[in-house]
């Protein structure tokens, strides 16, 4: 069960249009440094898969629901989801995640 103040861990699945796969990876690196240093950001670190490029997966950690909720109402973050329906082949799948283990 998920509190407001448990950590929010996810993985977000965006899958690049063809044609489109370096403008992609281009915008979500453009997204970490000042997602990194937003106060409730715990880790966002991206990922492309090896044997299907233009697919890419980005791990996040946020402090709790608040600090997620900040990262998408943050101008960096709202430039992105502005152009992403021209890079996104398909709406991004977020994967939530409750830690299980140490």
Same mark, same amino acid.
């Given at each position: 069960?998920?509190?407001?103040?448990?950590?929010?861990?996810?993985?977000?699945?965006?899958?690049?249009?063809?044609? @489109?796969?370096? +403008?992609?990876?281009? #915008?979500?690196? =453009?997204?970490?440094?000042?997602?990194?240093?937003?106060?409730?950001?715990? *880790?966002?670190?991206?990922?492309?898969?090896?044997?299907?490029?233009?697919?890419?997966?980005?791990?996040?950690?946020? @402090?709790?629901? +608040?600090?997620?909720? #900040?990262?998408? =109402?943050?101008?960096?973050?709202?430039?992105?989801?502005?152009?992403?329906? *021209?890079?996104?082949?398909?709406?991004?799948?977020?994967?939530?995640?409750?830690?299980?283990?140490?």
């Amino acid at each position: 069960m998920s509190t407001s103040t448990q950590q929010v861990v996810l993985i977000a699945v965006l899958k690049a249009k063809a044609g @489109k796969e370096s +403008a992609l990876k281009d #915008a979500l690196s =453009a997204l970490v440094p000042p997602t990194r240093t937003e106060p409730g950001n715990i *880790e966002y670190v991206l990922f492309e898969k090896r044997d299907e490029p233009g697919t890419f997966y980005m791990r996040e950690c946020f @402090k709790d629901q +608040a600090a997620l909720n #900040a990262h998408v =109402a943050a101008p960096h973050y709202q430039q992105f989801a502005a152009a992403s329906s *021209e890079l996104l082949a398909e709406p991004p799948q977020l994967v939530f995640l409750d830690q299980v283990s140490d």
